[in-house]
């Protein structure tokens, strides 16, 4: 069918030029699942410091077909910064950190009950970036980043009591690049271009 496009101008948020402001927050819920996170933001008028810290636990981590999930606990984790500095009236610098990871059992089906597999998945990014101004219309931006996911995956410890097959696994799967763009308008209309370089690692074993 036919395809949509879209673009999409975001901004994270920013401790930037800010008091101390934060929020705590927590919930639990069915299949004992409890999830706590945290924010906390701060600043000056040149320098600026915002964290995002999330965490869950549940016993319900996958959508499993089966009406009782079995074997199906997990758990997740990210820290999320992002600094801000403002290198003077026209230019900027930013740096977001991002890390994250999830364990989990891999769910069982009725005639898997002893069967005992997980997953582990390690995530790291880093994106500084850069801003300038060029009077009041037009901005270039120049974002480099690298990302990377590490996912393990375990068979039972005893390989008997895996079903249909036992079997393990160790992938890495890294991303690299720069992105650079001018953004400007002109009375009615906004005009948007640039270009992006990646590259994309990938290794299985």
Known sequence: GDKSSLVVNATTKSGLASHPFGSIGASVGSFGTTAEDATFGWGTAKLGNFIAINGIRTGHFLDTPEFQPFHDIGNNESIFDRIDYLLGARDSFHLNLFVARNWFQVPNSYDQLSQDQKQRVLTWNVAPGY???????????????????????????????????????????????????????????????????????????
């Open 131 to 205: 801003q300038h101004t060029f009077g009041s219309s037009t901005l270039l931006t120049i974002n480099p980043f690298a990302r990377r996911d590490q996912v393990n995956y375990y068979g039972s410890r005893d390989p008997f009591n895996d079903t249909p097959v036992t079997e393990s696994q160790n992938r890495f799967l890294t991303n690299y690049g720069a992105k650079a763009d001018v953004s400007t308008s002109y009375k009615r209309h906004n005009f948007k271009f640039g270009t992006q370089m990646q590259q994309t690692r990938l290794e299985e074993n």
